[in-house]
């Protein structure tokens, strides 16, 4: 098995077929088959079923290309570690974020982290740990910034508490309770929630719980900020969000704060990364950069 065989493997993997893997790679079609084929011969099983549609990871193919992607992002990270650390500051640069660091972090870190790093090219992925955590696995992603997952990273992994968050609810410009101050007067409004763990509506509905509350119900769930802000803006529904939206996304033409006297504790924002692994001096300079603007 050679490195170029697994090179192979995942061009035809994210272009979906040979002759686009082919053309990417710029090779000859028949270079990449043979290619496919040796890697097949030398693992003893068919890596892909050919079909109309393309070319499809096999169960087993499926199993092969995780463990490959691991090795191929891991070697590309060692190349950029040792060119940076040489002074050749270039290299890709691959984080996922959840709304919070999005928000409150990202606009104060990223024009320092370019003066430093101007020629590296920086990829973001907008979402929850649990939604992420097999792109850290594998590499595809360097670290991982946003609210804590319900359940904790297992082996492998160091989750770093960066602050405590907090919530708040949010609701149409003249909704009837605007001018609510607790969650006993919204008792009755239905709810839109964002997915930050899999079940936001039993986060919601404890909230209420752990105050005497009879639980609300959730009726527009979303992984998208901006989904929930349509359900709201135009409907009766309420949103529990982190207080960030107060200064970033709440448009005061659409949207109001409900300033309730509760303490609406959210998830920490936390760091999460790989302990068996060293990140590149790029991605140790960006996680230090959001350590030193914790609000």
Known sequence: MKLNNLRDL?????????????????????????????????LGAPLFDRESKGMVLTPIGRLFHQRASAVVNELQRARE????????????LSMGL??????SMLPRVLSKFRERFPDVFIKIIEGPFPT????????SIDFYAGASPRVQPGQGFI???????????????????????????????????????????EDLQQLFLSHGLPPPRAMVQSHSVFS???AVASTDLLALVPA??????????????????????????????RS???????????????RRCVP
């Not at 405590?164 to 409004?189: F, K, M, W």
């Not at 033409?253 to 504790?265: C, D, G, H, R, S």
């Not at 060293?278 to 996680?287: H, L, N």
């Open 159 to 201: 989750c770093e508490r960066l602050f405590q968050n907090t919530r708040t609810v949010v609701g149409r410009r003249g909704h009837p309770c605007t001018e609510a101050r607790s969650l006993r007067q919204l008792i009755g409004q239905e709810w839109a929630v964002t997915s930050l763990n899999y079940n936001a509506e």
């Open 244 to 273: 960030q939206w107060n200064s970033f996304l709440i448009d005061p033409k659409a949207l109001v704060a409900i300033n309730v006297e509760e303490t609406l504790a959210a998830p920490d924002i936390v760091l999460i990364s």
């Open 81 to 92: 570690e040792i060119d940076q650390l040489r002074g050749q500051m270039h290299g890709t």
């Open 98 to 103: 959840s709304f919070t660091p999005h928000t």
């Open 228 to 230: 929930v802000m349509i």
């Open 132 to 139: 992420l955590e097999g792109a850290l696995k594998d590499r």
């Open 10 to 42: 995942m061009a035809i993997v994210e272009r979906g077929s040979l002759r686009a893997a082919a053309r990417h790679l710029n090779l000859p079609q028949p270079a990449l088959t043979r290619s496919l084929q040796a890697l097949e011969k030398d």
């Open 276 to 290: 068996d692994l060293p990140m590149t001096p790029a991605a140790e300079y960006f996680c230090d950069l959001l």
